[in-house]
């Protein structure tokens, strides 16, 4: 199987992550293989010689052979609205029953799901597939959509739909005196850049819940040499931290000993740019030992920065968390 090209889009957040909430809302057809195992998170899989009352189970979206006129497709609702910018349609592990191309089209609704009134537009025009590869497609659009209808010609299998792009909410809404997760990924926070990671991604320390296990967390490979591992977050607008709250859940034998946070108000720069930037920035918290599996509060430690924009959570020596959580109020965006 080829591996993944990297492009900047996939910085992003998978905005049809099911841990997000997103999920199909109708499908013409997925007779082989569920609909919704095309959005999980993990990689696909294949199962040697494993079959169901279907035929051979899949690790993604698998319609019929189509025997008459027409084309499968599924419409998700995205956890959350955002602006799309690049997508990835995996057809891992499917050979001789993929589809030869699919297109996708998005809309915007202010209320439910789509019906037949709903307007549709093509952020991406059909693309032709191959099987088991990645296909990597950015897409120039700045308008927030809240579904997606994803049309597969005529018919097979996708083992995942990767969507990236970036949280869109109103603002304007929120009130200024609630403490919110300005971190969270639902939110608008983003993890820029962390030094490794090895065994989690880091930008699963900003979903929803509580993990599930081990590798739904951020954890770096075991240091051998001088020096601290770290992580840079953007939160998702500019606000006051008073509380932190950092999740150990499932790290007992390979959590951090301690951790500090940095942070600042960063405007304009790029994610390397702020990356160097960030090791000047004011300590936030102080060094604070952690525990094993339980989830530990931080508010009387924190120092009084002000608005901030980023930060950045350094962990010692290395080791692995689960959840982050920055819980403050908003402020202006602008200085």
Not at 83 to 91: A, F
Not at 192 to 213: D, S, T, Y
Not at 235 to 257: A, M, Q, W
Not at 264 to 281: K, N, P
Request: proline letters at 4%; one cysteine or more.
């Amino acid at each position: 199987m080829n591996t993944t090209v990297q492009h900047d889009f996939q910085s992003l957040l998978n905005l049809a992550d099911a841990r997000l909430g997103s999920k199909s809302t109708f499908v013409t057809d997925d007779w082989f293989a569920a609909v919704d195992r095309m959005l999980q998170p993990e990689s696909p899989v294949w199962k040697e010689g494993v079959f169901d009352d279907n035929g051979k189970w899949m690790d993604g979206w698998e319609s019929r052979r189509k025997r008459f006129e027409g084309y499968d497709s599924t419409i998700i609702r995205l956890g959350v609205p955002g602006v799309i910018k690049g997508v990835d349609i995996d057809t891992s592990f499917f050979t001789g029953n993929f589809p030869p191309s699919a297109s996708l089209e998005a809309c915007f609704c202010t209320a439910g799901d789509p019906d037949n009134d709903s307007e549709w537009v093509e952020i991406l025009a059909a693309v032709e597939l191959q099987g088991d590869r990645h296909h990597l497609h950015a897409i120039d659009s700045d308008s927030p959509w809240t579904h997606l209808r994803f049309n597969i010609y005529p018919d097979g299998g996708v083992a995942r739909l990767r969507v990236y792009g970036s949280p869109r909410r109103d603002w304007s809404t929120q009130d200024k005196n609630e403490q919110i997760d300005l971190a969270a990924a639902l939110n608008g926070g983003r993890a820029l850049a962390c030094n490794n990671q090895h065994f989690g991604e880091m930008g699963n320390i900003l979903n929803p819940g509580r993990g599930v296990n081990m590798g739904d967390g951020w954890e770096t490979a075991r240091r051998r040499t001088p020096g601290n591992d770290w992580i840079i977050v953007a939160l998702g607008h500019s606000g006051e931290i008073e509380r932190v709250l950092i999740d150990t859940l499932h790290f007992k034998g390979n959590y951090p000993d301690s951790c500090s946070i940095q942070a600042a108000y960063v405007q304009g720069g790029t994610d390397a740019q702020i990356e160097t930037q960030s090791l000047y920035w004011k300590e936030l918290l102080p060094s604070q030992k952690l525990a094993m599996h339980c989830e530990q509060e931080f508010s009387d430690v924190i120092n009084n920065l002000g608005a901030v924009t980023h930060v950045r959570m350094n962990i010692f020596p290395d080791g692995g968390i689960s959840r982050l959580r920055l819980f403050g109020k908003i402020t202006d965006s602008d200085r």
